[in-house]
C-alpha cells in the first residue's frame, strides 16, 4: 500500500499593525514657536522737546540782552570825546583780538591732535602691510611735524641722510622711530614717573579729601598736556580735555578691569608701608593710577607705534614711584 505524498502547507502571514506611540519631543529637537513678525517699527520718537526749545530759547534771549548792553555801553563810551572813550576802545578791540587767538589756538591744537592719531593709525598700516609708500608719507609728515626742534635736530639729520637708502616700509618705520621718536620716550617716561611722585607725596600729606581730587586731577591734566606737547600736539583747553576722553577711552578698551588688580597688587606689596602709614598707601595708591594713566597717554599721543621701542612697564614705573626697584 503505497502512502501518499503529503504536500507542504502553506502558511500565510497577515501583517499585524504594530501600535507604537510618538516619541515625546526634546526641547532640543521640538520645532521653535514662530514669533510675531512686525512689519514696521513702532515710531519711538518723542514730539517737541519743549525742555530743549525753553533751554536754547532762554540762552538766546540772555545773550542778545547782554549783547544790546554791551553795545550800548561800548557805543556810549566811544561817543565821549575824552580819554575814556579811547582807552574802552582800545580794551575793547584787544578782547577781540585774544578771543580770536583763542579760537585759533583750540582750532590749531584739536587739528593736530587729530594729525597725530591720523600717524599713528597709517604707520601702523604701512608697518602692517609692507606699504613702502604709505611709509614714506608717514616719515615726511612726522618730519614737517618736527621740523626745527632743537632737541631732535639730531635725528632730523641722519634720518635725511639715510632714508633714500632704505627700500623696505618697515625698516624705513624703524628708522623714522629710532631717529625721531624713541629720544622722546625717556623723557615722557620722566614726565609720568614726576607726577606721579608729586600726587603720592601731596595725597599722603594733604589734610582733606577734596583737595586730593584737585591736585590729582589738576596734575593729571597738567601731565597731558606736556605729554602731548612733547610729542607735537601742543593742545588748547577744548583739546586738552578731548585727549583726556581719549585716554580714558583707551583705558578701557585696553584692559580697565585691569587697572585696580595691577595697581591693588602694587600697593598690597608694600604692605608693610600701608601698615605703617593709611595716608602713605593712600598716596601710593593714587601714584600708581597716575602712572596708569600716564602710560595710556603716551600710547594716545605717541605719533608712531612701539616697532623698535619697547613701551614702558607699569610695574617699573609704580616701583620707581614708590622709590623701590622692581623685583
Known amino acids: 500500500m503505497s502512502k501518499s505524498k503529503r504536500k507542504p502547507a502553506a502558511f500565510r502571514v497577515e501583517e499585524v499593525e504594530v501600535f507604537v506611540p510618538p516619541a515625546t519631543p526634546t526641547p532640543a529637537a521640538a520645532e521653535p514657536v514662530p514669533l510675531p513678525r512686525t512689519r514696521t517699527m513702532p515710531d519711538l520718537r518723542r514730539g517737541l522737546r519743549w525742555g530743549s526749545i525753553f533751554l536754547g530759547a532762554l540762552a538766546a534771549l540772555v545773550s542778545l540782552i547782554a549783547s544790546i548792553w554791551l553795545y550800548d555801553w561800548v557805543v556810549s563810551l566811544i561817543a565821549r570825546d575824552d580819554w575814556i572813550g579811547w582807552v574802552a576802545a582800545g580794551l575793547l578791540g584787544l578782547v577781540v583780538l585774544a578771543l580770536v587767538m583763542i579760537i585759533l589756538r583750540e582750532i590749531t591744537g584739536l587739528a593736530r591732535l587729530g594729525r597725530l592719531g591720523k600717524i599713528r593709525h597709517e604707520a601702523d598700516s604701512a608697518a602692517r602691510q609692507n606699504d613702502k609708500e604709505l611709509a614714506v608719507d608717514v616719515t615726511a609728515r612726522l618730519k614737517r611735524l618736527y621740523a626745527g626742534r632743537k632737541d631732535i635736530a639730531w635725528g632730523l639729520e641722519r634720518l635725511a641722510s639715510h632714508e633714500h637708502d632704505i627700500m623696505d616700509a618697515e625698516e624705513l618705520l624703524r628708522l623714522t622711530e629710532r631717529t625721531l621718536v624713541a629720544p622722546l620716550d625717556p623723557v615722557a617716561r620722566r614726565i609720568v614717573a614726576s607726577s606721579a611722585k608729586r600726587v603720592s607725596v601731596v595725597t599722603a600729606v594733604s589734610p582733606g579729601a577734596l583737595i586730593d581730587m584737585l591736585f590729582v586731577g589738576a596734575e593729571n ?93 607699569f610695574r617699573e614705573l609704580v616701583a620707581e614711584v614708590a622709590g623701590m626697584r622692581s623685583a
Open 221 to 313: 591734566l597738567r601731565m597731558l598736556r606736556r605729554l602731548s606737547t612733547l610729542y607735537g600736539a601742543r593742545p588748547g583747553t577744548l583739546s586738552l580735555f578731548k585727549l583726556a576722553r581719549m585716554v580714558v577711552t583707551h583705558i578701557v578698551l585696553t584692559g580697565g578691569i585691569a587697572i585696580g588688580d595691577d595697581v591693588i597688587h602694587q600697593v598690597i606689596g608694600h604692605g608693610l608701608t600701608a601698615k605703617l602709614s593709611a595716608r602713605l598707601g593712600e598716596g601710593l595708591f593714587n601714584g600708581a593710577l597716575t602712572t596708569r594713566v600716564g602710560i595710556a597717554a603716551i600710547d594716545v599721543c605717541r605719533p608712531l607705534p612701539y616697532i623698535e621701542s619697547q613701551r614702558p612697564r
